[in-house]
């Protein structure tokens, strides 16, 4: 036992070991064949190096032509296994370099076994002439063999510079290609050690050095320098792997401390995967597969156009997707969520991927809904308030139809009397009691509709419509007041999205302070104007103009408060409700005094969805 | 000239109840004639016998309006208001200025139509008393503008003797002009004298001052 004994096993081992850690990758994870390949040349290598540590040890001529043998094959495999690899892996070398070396070597292992030949004629000496001991440091001492040298023996060496030539070309179109730096120093240091086993084996082979084959000494390094590169993708990966998973701890501390669900529509494939959180908010069991009908399902059905609509929209345009919805849980109870995406496309703009949040908003709508029905009864007490303001113009805008109605029939009742009975006037009165029923059904709907207790639902309505309604309702007021009271809406005026009865209480609500401020001047110029013009691409602007004293310079800013009032008997609460109402369909209200005569008051209502150009 | 049948004139805003309204008052036998608005009754107001009923809420010129308008007018029709509710103070208003009745729109038949009675036969009632009078000072028209002094001095029971002395002239002179008069008018004695001269209304506000 010396140190040559122990050394040459432990490079046999250590490319043992190389070769067995990438065959494992290698049968596990894709790409194989550059880790096979390895893993192969690895082996090989390790087997000339054990074949080394037999040579330097034998005196024996059958045992030394034996290893020869084999050691020239298993070069010649290290050589062509290695070669492939970089050929596999650097994708970037010339294939008649790569063809010349098997090739080339295969010329020169050829004469180890030329069937006519004598033992011990081959690759390396013409005829084998003996052994000689060499005696080394600390004591070692090993065999070398000794002849005359086999002229052809240069193939093998050509085989090995065209290896060279190849990896340095390889090498250097990847740096040309990439502008990778790690190319030239993998691609450096496997060309420096080829050359060096190289040149040893030569001088061994030649009888210029006295020491055993080091062949396995230099394709070590090698072996550690493109296992390193191999494996410098599974150590990014590894690092990368690392970060992404400290990331995604990131995201579900997010998540939860947020109350957040995740969720991923593939459009393509239509199948939906959703986080923990998502599936207990929506009520889907843990393996229950979910699509978008799943979805559907389980949205409340007066929610469900509107979900789709966003989602189409969505889909059609490039624009985020964002849709409040109830759910409908397996228990029967329902809960508000609100959902947040964004759309991921491909190459050909086609929707792959809708990624998002999902919110409970439950809390939040619970405390909004409260709020609009506090607001809805507020905005009804002042209403039937109001309503009663003008109950005398009312009555006598119900007392006229009626009226008409009793007049009809006592005077059928005398037509019947005669003798004969007038059956064509009776007919005649007839059609007119109808007409002046509906006449009266008419106004009573319409005060119906203002007195009843009801939740904001806002729509889609013209509001030259509800002018007419309003208008129709003030009239009568505005007669027995001698006001005159003018309506003009710009023809074809987009709708506006508003509750009806609500935008109706705040005309009404103008119109009659309008009225009260125009009466305060001498009946000629008693004159209220409510005008409707589009403002802008995206609202209306309803102006109610009247021909009274103006507005104090010092209350203008305090109008719209609430309990503040300028008139003797006012309360102060029609036109912070005016307010109110209108802010929360997403308009303004404010007033001003006129350049003449009077003031106005104007609001704005943004168009309804469908209204807007698009 | 025979006599002038009673108009009913209805005026109403509304269309639709004043064709309901004239058609009740036809079936129940008068003559109606229509107006949409006060403006266009006072511009057709003639000299006919008849009656107003109207709206008092009307635009413009409403029932009010239109009564203080036919007070100063030559025809002095009597008026019934008819109104969708009647609150109080229009009530009075129109009640003080002599309205004849004061109606809601669905008051019964019987009421309207008697109250539609009332006001014409009121308004007979003035023109019958126009008439007469119209008739009495006919009668004294025939007077010398001298009997007509001595008249009213008679009238206000002044003796022959004090009339003389107050007209400068003799006794007999106003004993001649006093036959001149009961034999123009008609009438027998002082008291029969003094009371036509009265149902006349001939010396009404014209207060006597006495030397």
């Known amino acids: ?614 | 000239m025979s006599e002038p049948v009673p108009i009913v004139h209805v005026v109403d805003d509304d269309a639709s109840f004043l064709v309901a309204l004239a058609r009740l008052l036809k079936a129940a036998g008068y003559s109606v004639q229509t107006y949409a608005s006060a403006v266009d009754f006072l511009a057709q107001l003639g000299e006919g016998a008849g009656c107003v009923v109207t709206d008092l809420r009307m635009p413009g010129m409403d029932g009010l309006d239109l009564q203080q308008a036919l007070m100063r007018a030559a025809n002095v029709l009597p008026v019934v208001f008819l109104t969708g509710e009647g609150d109080i103070p229009t009530t009075v208003r129109a009640m003080r200025q002599g309205a004849e009745d004061f109606l809601t729109k669905r008051a019964p038949k019987e009421d309207l139509l008697a109250a539609v009675d009332r006001a014409i036969a009121r308004d007979a009632r003035r023109r019958a008393e126009d008439a007469r009078l119209r008739a009495l000072r006919a009668r004294f028209v025939n007077l010398t503008n001298r009997e007509l002094v001595v008249l009213r001095h008679v009238v206000q029971g002044r003796l022959n003797k004090q009339i003389a002395i107050v007209l400068g002239v003799s006794e007999r002179t106003v004993k001649l002009h006093r036959t001149a008069i009961t034999s123009k008018l008609g009438v027998r004695s002082v008291a029969e004298l003094t009371r036509l001269a009265q149902a006349a209304g001939l010396f009404d506000g014209t207060p006597d001052e006495l030397p």
């Open chain 1, 1 to 614: 036992m010396n140190w040559m004994t122990i050394t040459w096993p432990m490079v046999a081992a250590a490319c043992l070991t190389l070769g067995l850690i990438e065959l494992s990758i290698g049968l596990s994870h894709h790409p194989r064949a550059p880790r096979l390949l390895f893993a192969l040349s690895a082996f090989t290598v390790a087997c000339v190096s054990g074949l080394e540590l037999a040579l330097m040890r034998t005196d024996v001529f059958a045992e030394w032509w034996l290893f020869t043998r084999f050691l020239d094959t298993a070069v010649g495999i290290m050589l062509v296994t290695l070669m492939a690899f970089i050929w596999v892996y650097l994708r970037t070398g010339r294939k008649w370099l790569a063809l010349a070396v098997p090739c080339l070597y295969v010329m020169g292992l050829a004469f180890d076994f030329l069937p006519w030949a004598p033992p011990g004629s081959g690759m390396t000496y013409q005829s084998f002439s003996g052994f000689r001991l060499v005696e080394t440091f600390g004591g070692a001492s090993f065999y070398v063999a000794e002849g005359i040298p086999n002229p052809w023996n240069v193939f093998p060496y050509l085989a090995v510079l065209a290896q060279i030539a190849f990896v340095a070309d390889a090498s250097a179109k990847l740096r040309r290609s990439t502008g990778e730096r790690r190319a030239t120093v993998v691609g450096g240091a496997i060309v420096f050690f080829f050359l060096c086993g190289g040149l040893q084996a030569a001088l061994v082979d030649t009888g210029v050095l006295d020491t055993p084959y080091m062949i396995s000494w230099a394709y070590l390094p090698v072996l550690v320098a493109m296992s390193i590169e191999l494996n410098a993708d599974v150590l990014a990966g590894a690092r990368l792997a690392g970060v992404l998973q400290e990331r995604e701890r990131h995201m579900d501390l997010a998540c939860s401390a947020a109350d957040l669900g995740m969720w991923t529509w593939d459009i393509g494939r239509d199948s939906i995967w959703a986080s923990r959180r998502a599936r207990e908010l929506f009520g889907y069991s843990a393996s229950e597969s979910i699509d978008r009908a799943r979805f559907f399902r389980s949205v409340h059905p007066e929610d469900r156009e509107v979900t789709d609509r966003a989602i189409e929209e969505m889909l059609a345009r490039d624009m985020g997707y964002e849709a409040e919805y109830r759910v409908l849980l397996p228990d029967g109870r329902t809960r508000w969520m609100a959902a947040r995406g964004q759309i991921e496309r491909d190459g050909s703009g086609k929707p792959k991927l809708l990624r998002g949040v999902v919110l409970d908003i439950s809390a939040r709508r619970g405390t909004e809904l409260e709020l609009q029905q506090l607001r809805s009864q507020l905005a009804h007490a002042s209403r039937v308030s109001m309503m009663g303001q003008f109950a005398s113009a009312l009555s006598h805008e119900l007392s006229q139809p009626l009226g008409a109605i009793l007049r009809n029939a006592e005077a059928a009742e005398l037509f019947l009397e005669h003798d004969p009975p007038d059956i064509e006037e009776v007919r005649v009165i007839l059609a007119d009691i109808r007409h002046d029923d509906q006449r009266a059904g008419s106004v009573i709907d319409r005060l119906r509709a203002l007195l009843k207790r009801r939740n904001f639902a806002p729509r889609a309505l013209s509001v030259s419509d509800e002018l007419a309604n309003v208008a129709a309702l003030a009239r009568s007021d505005s007669s027995s007041r001698k006001v005159r009271l003018e309506i003009d809406a710009a023809p074809d005026l987009p709708a506006v999205m508003c509750d009806p009865v609500h935008l109706q209480q705040v005309l009404l609500n103008l119109i009659i302070n309008a009225m009260d401020a125009a009466e305060s001047v001498q009946a000629a110029r008693r004159r209220v104007t409510v005008r409707a013009r589009s403002r802008g691409a995206s609202e209306i602007e309803v102006a109610v103009s009247d021909s009274g004293p103006g507005i104090p310079p010092e209350s203008l800013g305090r109008l719209f408060e609430p309990f503040f009032s300028t008139k003797a008997d006012g309360m102060g609460i029609g036109l912070s409700i005016s307010r109110t109402l209108i802010e929360a369909q997403g308009g303004r209200i404010w007033a001003e005094n006129n350049a003449g005569e009077g003031a106005t008051f104007r609001f704005t209502l943004p168009l309804a969805e469908s209204a807007k150009p698009s």
